[in-house]
């Protein structure tokens, strides 16, 4: 594959996760929403990690962090504590005993500030 039709993978993989945060969010499904939100997150972050980088295969990592410090991106401090709330959302939405603590807090006015 070229490095755009890598680049495209990951936007399009991306995009649809968002659709299935959407989805699970609708229907009140929180946790799955949150833990796919990220995971859109971190794909598309892989897109500008292959458009920023040689090559065309990102760190088999799900930090957000560490994926954007190895990008071009120009991101302030505030990103980088969102980022940190963003990551915790893939973890705890992994394991069940973190699941049930992400789940505790991901009540409407969670969802609703944070989307």
């Given at each position: 594959m070229t490095k755009e039709q890598h680049i495209d993978f990951w936007k399009k993989?991306?995009?649809?996760d968002w659709d299935t945060a959407e989805?699970?969010?609708?229907?009140?499904?929180?946790?799955?929403?949150?833990?796919?939100?990220?995971?859109?997150?971190?794909?598309?972050?892989k897109a500008v990690w292959v458009k920023s980088n040689v090559g065309n295969t990102p760190p088999f990592?799900?930090?957000l962090i560490g994926i954007s410090n190895q990008t071009d991106l120009n991101v302030g401090a505030d990103w980088y504590d969102y980022l940190n709330t963003i990551n915790r959302w893939n973890?705890?939405?992994?394991y069940p005993d973190y699941k049930m603590k992400l789940h505790s807090i991901a009540n409407a006015d969670y969802m609703e500030l944070h989307f």
């Open positions: 993989t991306g995009l649809e989805y699970n969010m609708q229907g009140k499904r929180n946790t799955a929403a949150l833990f796919f939100f990220h995971l859109c997150i971190e794909k598309l972050l990592s799900h930090d973890i705890e939405g992994s």
